[in-house]
């Protein structure tokens, strides 16, 4: 017969041994101790999700300093972080960085912004409607796969070195991509939706417009901001081969001249544009899609 204490131990609400209490004590306070930020799912304040990416940032830079400073690589190939600023103030006291930025900026807004224009509303009729998704779908792919590197020597012939030359490299490394990404956003949204929709007596375009368009919507604004950073690259791949100006061409009239201080100077300020044009559409995002209630 079983005792009282084995008759608790098979309880759902069992009492454990004073032993067993004992040793899983310090379990249990490591587990209380563990940030929240460190947990799957967890959140994190604005205050330090920027001191931890700032000391990301300062620790690569001393990484870097501590390179240069001691003289394991000659400067040629990696100059110090001092030779990088003062050449970027140079160009900037010359208003040449600051010509260079506005040029680069309003190539890729221009070109990210028609192929956006285009992708969006294309995404979400091949994603909504199949007879759509079989016309477009496989030629969309057919494209994708295609080099766009081997079309710059094309364009140049086709539309010269202008801007016009810019926006269509930048509209071909990008359009593709996003008809696809944003197809696969619509496709995510619940078919109950749309039953709900046709319960509610809609039509296919009030279920497209109302409910499809806008359950989609924040997904399809994260896929624009991820490809935004490929328009960066295919802008500097044009800028690289055929252009008077902008942040490419200027790396390529340095490389000329073996200026890598002002070569890395100018990467830095690319990437510092990304990163802010980045973060803006990230909290832009949370702005417009506050309902969804995510931690975006």
Aim: proline fraction near 4%; charged fraction near 15%; aromatic fraction near 10%.
């Amino acid at each position: 017969m079983a005792s009282s204490a084995d008759k608790l131990g098979t309880g759902s609400g069992a009492v454990m041994p004073p032993s067993q209490t004992a040793e899983a004590a310090p379990l249990l306070r490591r587990r209380r101790r563990r940030p929240e930020s460190l947990r799957i799912g967890g959140r994190i304040g604005t205050r330090n999700f920027i001191l931890i990416a700032t000391s990301v940032f300062l620790l690569l830079l001393g990484i870097w300093w501590l390179i240069t400073a001691a003289g394991w690589e000659q400067p040629l190939f990696l100059p110090s972080p001092q030779s990088v600023w003062n050449s970027l103030v140079q160009q900037w006291n010359n208003g040449q960085l600051a010509s260079d930025t506005g040029v680069s900026v309003f190539r890729i807004m221009v070109g990210f912004l028609i192929a956006s224009v285009l992708a969006v509303p294309l995404g979400l009729l091949i994603g909504t409607f199949r007879a759509w998704e079989a016309a477009i779908e496989p030629l969309v792919d057919f494209i994708r796969y295609m080099p766009v590197v081997a079309f710059v020597p094309l364009t140049i012939v086709w539309f010269g070195v202008a801007n016009t030359q810019k926006f269509v490299i930048i509209f071909m490394g990008t359009f593709f991509q996003q008809v696809l990404m944003i197809m696969d956003n619509t496709k995510r949204v619940p078919l109950d939706f749309v039953d709900i929709g046709r319960t509610l007596g809609l039509k296919d375009r009030q279920i497209l417009l109302r409910i499809i368009t806008r359950s989609a919507a924040p997904e399809i604004w994260d896929s624009l901001r991820v490809t935004l950073g490929w328009a960066w690259t295919w802008l500097v791949v044009a800028e690289l081969v055929a252009a008077t100006s902008g942040l490419g061409y200027r790396i390529v009239t340095a490389q000329r001249y073996l200026e890598t201080n002002l070569i890395i100077g100018y990467i830095i300020v690319l990437g510092i544009l990304g990163l802010v044009l980045d973060q803006m559409m990230k909290a832009l995002g949370r702005v417009m899609y506050r309902y969804t209630g995510a931690q975006r």
